[in-house]
Structure formats: structure tokens, C-alpha cells
T-cell receptor, first 115, second 111 residues
């Protein structure tokens, strides 16, 4: 199946700093990617839809100025958590597909810890 | 997007067949039913997808009745490594459509 890779797998940062997470579709082109956040023992929560070459669409309650999403190419989307705080500590997951009519493939996730 | 309801948790023993049922009363005509598996600290992994009747692949079967208001994921002869959370999703085929996750079913397989 198609492979979606996230980098880094885990990151620890100081409060107030920014962290960038990359999501790459390794063997296919993805016009749309999705970003999720997952807290312990909870389900995945959709944060935003990332479309190549255009602005991301954020779900209600997600601060677009805090979670910057860039989808510069058909194989790369990035999520930048700006001015991170301990409450932003979570598991961030991206997904991508190679078109409608196919299933979504998920990255392995990135564990962010803000200290 | 149709809402789904699944049991919060299930227990099973190695070698048993496990059936997880998902209710989706408001499923739309063009909605697909997709199941994902998630292990701790990993992204979800696609298991199976169907539209109606029965779908089978190398890891699971998916049974969908004629009214499509529910579906059942069947895992034959589970092993300890099948302990995970299983999510039932309903919507436009997940590719290209935003995928909303419900609470999922936490399956615990015991020796």
C-alpha cells in the first residue's frame, strides 16, 4: 500500500518555541492531506484539511494562527505549532490519499511534548 | 457525515473470532464504510472497506446488511497482537474526503 511518512516521530520543545512537523507521501501524489490530534485514550480529532497550493481549511475551534499548515507540493504538507505551550503536547497524525475513490493512508504520528 | 456508534471495549481470547458491530443509522447513499486499526502511539492502519453485502480480505471480513444501517467487522482467530483500537468510519470514500473518527472499540485479546 501507499506510504505516508511523518518526521519527526517525537519531539520535545520548550514552551514558547515553534515546532514543525512534516508529512510526506512517499510513493504517490496527494492533493489533499489531513491533520489530526490525539490525546491519550481519546480518538483522533480532525484539525484541518490541507490542499496543495491553497490555504488549509480548519475545523471549528482550531486556531489557524497557532497551527500553521503549508502544503507546498503534492508530496509534502507541514504543520507548525507556533509558540507551543504544555497544553499543545499531543500526538499529531497526518493522512493522505492519492485520490477520491481510494482509502486514506496515515502517517506513523508525531509525539510532541512541550516542557 | 454519518455518526457511528460502537461498543467502547471488548475482550476476547486468542484463537477466537471477534465481531465488532458499528451502527450508522444516518448513512447516506454514497457513503462507504471503512474500518481502521490503531495501536498505541501509531497512526491508524486501514483494515477493510465496503459499500454493501460482504467484503473479505486477508485480515478481516466486513458484513453489511441490505439497509446499510450497521456493519460488522469480523476478525478470524485473533491473536495477542490484535489488541488495538478499531474505528468504524462512514462517509465518502476516505480518499480526498475528510475522515471523522468516532470513539472506536478497544479490543483486548487475552492469552
Amino acid at each position: 500500500g501507499a506510504v505516508v511518512s511523518q518526521h519527526p516521530s517525537w519531539v520535545i520543545c520548550k514552551s514558547g518555541t515553534s515546532v514543525k512537523i512534516e508529512c510526506r507521501s512517499l510513493d504517490f501524489q496527494a492533493t489533499t492531506m489531513f491533520w489530526y490530534r490525539q490525546f491519550p485514550k481519546q480518538s483522533l480529532m480532525l484539525m484541518a484539511t490541507s490542499n496543495e497550493g491553497s490555504k488549509a481549511t480548519y475545523e471549528q475551534g482550531v486556531e489557524k494562527d497557532k497551527f500553521l499548515i503549508n502544503h507546498a507540493s503534492l508530496t509534502l504538507s507541514t504543520l507548525t505549532v507556533t509558540s507551543a505551550h504544555p497544553e499543545d503536547s499531543s500526538f499529531y497524525i497526518c493522512s493522505a490519499s492519492y485520490g477520491t475513490g481510494t482509502e486514506a493512508f496515515f502517517g506513523q504520528g508525531t509525539r510532541l511534548t512541550v516542557v | 457525515l454519518a455518526k457511528t456508534t460502537q461498543p467502547i471495549s471488548m475482550d476476547s481470547y486468542e484463537g477466537q473470532e471477534v465481531n465488532i458491530t458499528c451502527s450508522h443509522n444516518n448513512i447516506a447513499t454514497n457513503d462507504y464504510i471503512t474500518w481502521y486499526q490503531q495501536f498505541p502511539s501509531q497512526g491508524p492502519r486501514f483494515i477493510i472497506q465496503g459499500y454493501k453485502t460482504k467484503v473479505t480480505n486477508e485480515v478481516a471480513s466486513l458484513f453489511i446488511p441490505a439497509d446499510r444501517k450497521s456493519s460488522t467487522l469480523s476478525l478470524p482467530r485473533v491473536s495477542l497482537s490484535d489488541t488495538a483500537v478499531y474505528y468504524c468510519l462512514v462517509g465518502g470514500n476516505t480518499g480526498g474526503f475528510k475522515t471523522i473518527f468516532g470513539a472506536g472499540t478497544r479490543l483486548f485479546v487475552k492469552a
